[in-house]
């Protein structure tokens, strides 16, 4: 038995042309899946060996936005929580040059605006040469965004210490 006869049919019971169409079918099916799951084709490879990686970042706001900010607080993405608490945040005033009536550059402290060092800890997936926070990849001096319950802050990555 031939696998295509001469009519063009697989094994002799499925035209080799609808059997085509039919797997193009699946196959945008899965992908429309994953897409609405929010999964990459990555994410159904074997399983990433996981690290725990600390994170300093740096971030400048008005006053009092960081009050929400508390040590242990669940950090997540889009409604959906990750393996990563703040481990540590150190509010700092912000300093600004401003030039006096004699023409001399002075440092200032701004009094509307105050710096956040916030520190997390997290465990990420190594993928594609980066560790992975969600989907968001972890380089030092890229900006990445992150979230709680009640705050989002989009933030500067100022060191990244892989722990274990």
Do not use: C, W
Not at 23 to 32: E, F, G
Not at 133 to 138: A, D, M
């Amino acid at each position: 038995m031939k696998i295509i006869d001469k009519e063009g049919r697989l094994f002799g019971k499925i035209n080799i042309l609808d059997f085509i169409a039919i797997a193009i079918v699946l196959l945008l099916i899965v992908l429309s899946l994953l897409k609405i799951l929010n999964k990459d084709l990555s994410d159904l490879s074997v399983k990433d060996e996981m690290y725990t990686v600390e994170v300093k970042t740096s971030v400048i706001m008005d006053k009092g936005y960081f009050d929400v900010v508390k040590v242990g607080d669940t950090l997540g993405e889009m409604k959906h929580y990750l393996d990563a608490t703040i481990k540590d945040i150190e509010i700092l005033p912000v300093e600004t040059l401003e030039t006096d009536e004699n023409g001399n550059r002075i440092k200032t402290i701004d009094p509307f605006t105050e710096k956040a060092i916030i520190t997390f800890e997290a465990k990420v997936p190594y993928k594609n040469n980066s560790y992975k926070f969600g989907k968001q990849e972890l380089r030092q001096g890229k900006l990445i965004f992150i979230e709680s319950d009640l705050y989002r802050y989009k933030v500067q990555i100022i060191n990244l210490k892989v722990v274990s």
